[in-house]
């Protein structure tokens, strides 16, 4: 089933509950003045993005949304998501996945990390233009990743991918205030995908906080940061979209032209599908490396979208 993304951030609005649908109602109406519109069964919740410093909610919205598994994601006075609330994991093996994840070997680690790096690359050459040099360049470069990637191909990428991207005078810097608004974008995208990978790993019973590459201990979503490498290019190719069509701020229509991502259809081994629909098998597919499976990762690919 599709899940809905909803955004508020035009008005505060009061989230709360009637029979077991989410009400948006402007402060001040009563549940029985909600519009039909701006009523959502529960079943059909997927991602809740509140950027609205006024908007209110009761105990009730909040449990709903945690007993469905919708993710609310909540932005700061920058306009990024700045914290969400994610389900808990009623996986039957949680303890085992977590066992799994603190007892990865380090062969194991370094083949994952080399898959993730190699398809992040594929992806990014992906946007280019088919006879550029800088395509060829990076097409050749993600053939050398090797185990751990050891040559650190996918910062080698980088440099020649942002400016064939965004312009020659493009940096990659993420932050509103010193990045300008292609940064903007890109960290707006982010931190969605970013949520949706979150929200896909408590799911499937795995820690978040325990990473492949990515480590820190004030970062709890280091293996969400992982696995959403190769997912990356689908938020630029968006990003890229707004750049030349004139987009200056981080206004609510581009965050309406990012949102996207979260249902755009990707491809994997088993066919094609909304990417919040496809997650999960490419999770499962990093679990089963985890106890041992011998099967490359199930990494969603991007699929053609038109007009961007």
Same mark, same amino acid.
């Given at each position: 089933?599709?899940?809905?993304?909803?955004?508020?951030?035009?008005?505060? =609005?009061? @989230?709360?509950?009637?029979?077991?649908?989410?009400?948006? @109602?402007?402060?001040?109406?009563?549940?029985?003045?909600?519009? %039909?519109r701006n009523r959502v069964p529960a079943e059909d919740l997927g991602f809740v993005v509140v950027d609205h410093r006024d908007?209110? !909610?009761?105990?009730? *919205?909040?449990?709903?949304?945690?007993?469905?598994?919708?993710? @609310?994601?909540?932005?700061?006075?920058?306009?990024?998501?700045?914290? =969400?609330?994610? %389900?808990?994991?009623?996986?039957?093996?949680?303890?085992?996945?977590?066992?799994?994840?603190?007892?990865?070997?380090?062969v194991t680690q370094k083949q994952v990390w080399s898959e993730i790096v190699e398809a992040k690359v594929r992806?990014?050459?992906?946007? @280019?233009?088919?006879?550029?040099?800088?395509?060829?360049?990076?097409?050749?470069?993600?053939r050398r990743v090797r185990s751990g990637d050891p040559e650190n191909i996918e910062s080698q990428a980088a440099r020649y991918y942002w400016s064939a991207l965004l312009g020659g005078s493009f940096r990659r810097t993420p932050?509103?205030?010193?990045?300008?608004? *292609?940064?903007?974008?890109?960290?707006y995208g982010y931190a969605l995908l970013r949520a949706a990978v979150a929200r896909t790993l408590v799911g499937a019973g795995l820690l978040p906080a325990i990473g492949i590459k990515h480590s820190n201990r004030s970062n709890a979503f280091c293996l969400a940061d992982d696995l959403m490498e190769p997912l990356r290019p689908m938020v630029d190719r968006r990003a890229r979209f707004l750049v030349n069509h004139g987009h200056a701020t981080l206004d609510p229509h581009a965050k309406r032209s990012l949102l996207p991502v979260l249902t755009e259809t990707?491809?994997?081994?088993?066919?094609?599908?909304?990417?919040?629909?496809?997650?999960?098998?490419?999770?499962?597919? !990093?679990?089963?490396?985890?106890?041992?499976?011998k099967a490359s990762l199930e990494i969603p690919e991007m699929t053609e979208v038109p007009g961007l």
């Open positions: 089933m599709v899940k809905r993304t909803l955004e508020i951030s035009s008005e505060g =609005m009061h @989230l709360c509950v009637q029979d077991r649908q989410l009400l948006i @109602l402007p402060h001040g109406r009563k549940k029985s003045e909600c519009e %039909p908007t209110t !909610y009761s105990h009730s *919205a909040l449990a709903l949304m945690a007993e469905v598994g919708a993710v @609310l994601v909540v932005c700061g006075g920058d306009h990024l998501p700045a914290g =969400m609330l994610l %389900p808990m994991a009623e996986h039957t093996e949680v303890v085992w996945r977590i066992d799994d994840q603190i007892n990865i070997g380090k992806a990014q050459a992906s946007l @280019l233009d088919v006879d550029s040099e800088t395509r060829r360049e990076i097409e050749n470069l993600s932050g509103t205030v010193s990045g300008g608004a *292609a940064n903007a974008f890109l960290d990707v491809r994997t081994r088993a066919g094609e599908g909304p990417l919040h629909v496809v997650l999960p098998r490419f999770v499962s597919s !990093y679990a089963e490396r985890l106890r041992g499976g």
